[in-house]
């Protein structure tokens, strides 16, 4: 029960934070947000940890949890991050479909996301996205790169607020020629392909990134 009430604010919290109700710079109240959830401040301060590793909070001894800006400089170093680790995991995954693993998972998640494109649904499709890349982490083997790519992905779901209309198809497109090459058990063919769409989408992040809520020039 109370892992439940920590999620539910969290999930609440993170909300305000994308949809810019709790804007960048705003201190987050303990006592207003238990009054506003009707929860004690136990779970809350549960959730504030679990925010601060998404990179929504900034977290400061005997101080109120501060939403934190999105930067130019945040979102290269986020990317640069990317940069090496999904290359690696496609690599990974490669390998095992080779070796013999069912990537029909994988495939049937992409499947998803096709229908969303095709019925323009937008939301359905930055789901089943996402997904796309869990399931590739899966494929890749690894319990521990799943975890560490968790915090990543909030990270990024931040910056999509603002792009999630951006191409989709062109999006769409990338995870088609991905998966095709995880798929099909080619490492070195999946990890290009993987570096190429993190790149493709660094470029239409920061072509939208004024337009993230939270978005704030580095000084």
Same mark, same amino acid.
């Given at each position: 029960?109370?892992e439940?009430?920590?999620?539910?604010?969290? /999930?609440?919290?993170?909300?305000?934070?994308?949809?810019?109700?709790?804007?960048?710079?705003?201190?987050?109240?303990?006592?207003?947000?238990?009054?506003? +959830?009707?929860?004690?401040?136990?779970?809350?301060?549960?959730? +504030?940890?679990?925010?601060?590793a998404?990179?929504l909070?900034?977290?400061?001894? !005997? !101080?109120?949890?501060?939403?934190?800006?999105?930067?130019?400089?945040?979102? &290269? *170093?986020?990317?640069d991050i990317?940069?090496?680790l999904?290359?690696?995991?496609?690599?990974?995954?490669?390998?095992?479909?080779?070796?013999?693993? &069912?990537?029909?998972?994988?495939?049937?998640t +992409?499947?998803?996301?096709?229908?969303?494109?095709?019925? @323009? /649904?937008?939301?359905?499709?930055h789901?089943?996205?996402?997904?796309?890349h869990?399931?590739?982490? !899966?494929?890749?083997?690894?319990?521990?790169?799943? *975890?560490?790519?968790?915090p +990543?992905?909030?990270?990024?779901?931040?910056? @999509?607020?603002? @792009?999630?209309?951006?191409?989709?198809?062109?999006?769409? @497109?990338e995870?088609?020629?991905?998966?095709?090459?995880?798929?099909?058990?080619?490492?070195?063919?999946?990890?290009?392909?993987?570096?190429?769409?993190?790149e493709?989408?660094?470029?239409?992040?920061?072509?939208?990134?004024?337009?993230?809520?939270?978005y704030?020039?580095?000084?």
């Amino acid at each position: 029960m109370a892992e439940n009430l920590s999620r539910f604010v969290y /999930d609440e919290l993170r909300q305000r934070i994308l949809d810019g109700r709790l804007p960048a710079g705003e201190s987050i109240s303990e006592r207003e947000v238990g009054s506003e +959830l009707d929860v004690s401040r136990v779970p809350i301060r549960e959730a +504030l940890p679990l925010l601060a590793a998404a990179g929504l909070v900034t977290l400061s001894p !005997r !101080r109120p949890a501060v939403v934190t800006p999105v930067t130019r400089s945040g979102v &290269d *170093e986020l990317y640069d991050i990317r940069a090496v680790l999904e290359p690696f995991v496609a690599r990974q995954a490669a390998a095992r479909v080779a070796a013999g693993a &069912d990537a029909s998972p994988l495939r049937n998640t +992409l499947a998803l996301a096709a229908a969303a494109v095709q019925g @323009n /649904d937008l939301d359905g499709f930055h789901c089943h996205s996402g997904e796309v890349h869990t399931e590739i982490e !899966r494929l890749s083997g690894s319990a521990l790169f799943v *975890e560490v790519m968790a915090p +990543l992905h909030e990270r990024s779901d931040r910056l @999509n607020v603002a @792009n999630i209309h951006t191409d989709p198809a062109q999006r769409h @497109n990338e995870h088609e020629a991905l998966v095709d090459a995880i798929a099909g058990g080619r490492p070195d063919l999946a990890s290009a392909v993987a570096f190429a769409h993190v790149e493709w989408g660094r470029t239409r992040t920061l072509h939208t990134l004024e337009e993230v809520p939270g978005y704030a020039p580095d000084l």
